[in-house]
């Protein structure tokens, strides 16, 4: 299993965006560590992590590549959440006072740029004379 590790230009304050930051690069590494195989080695990468105003929730996406069916990934994902958010708060709990619930989304920027590229690809345009 391979994870990226990708920053997106985000809104908020300073603390927000430190605070996601760090959720998205400890994310990554739990997701990479996974001993016990929960991820079935999937290619997953955090592609964007938003942060509410109040630190209380973490917004994961999750962009999975070669994954055949997301949804059932992602929902076992949401089952070890708990445990997720525990390990989380392990490695994290020196820096924030409050670890904040994490909410997970598949995160489908890759999957719309296909299908547009696909798009493209097919277009029947006539040369011009």
């Known amino acids: 299993m391979s994870i990226a590790v990708t920053c997106s230009p985000m809104t908020g304050s300073t603390r927000q965006q430190r605070v996601a930051k760090l959720i998205q690069k400890e994310m990554s590494d739990i997701f990479q560590r996974d001993r016990r195989g929960l991820l079935d080695n999937a290619f997953l990468s955090i592609a964007e992590v938003r942060v509410s105003p109040d630190l209380s929730v973490a917004k ?70």
């Open 60 to 129: 994961l996406y999750i962009s999975m590549m070669l994954v055949k069916d997301k949804q059932a990934l992602l929902a076992k994902i949401n089952d070890h959440k708990k445990e997720f958010r525990k390990l989380l708060g392990d490695k994290v709990g020196k820096q924030l006072r409050i670890v904040p619930e994490i909410v997970f989304y598949v995160d489908e920027v890759e999957e719309n740029a296909q299908k547009l590229d696909d798009i493209i690809n097919n277009l029947n345009i006539p040369p011009t004379e």
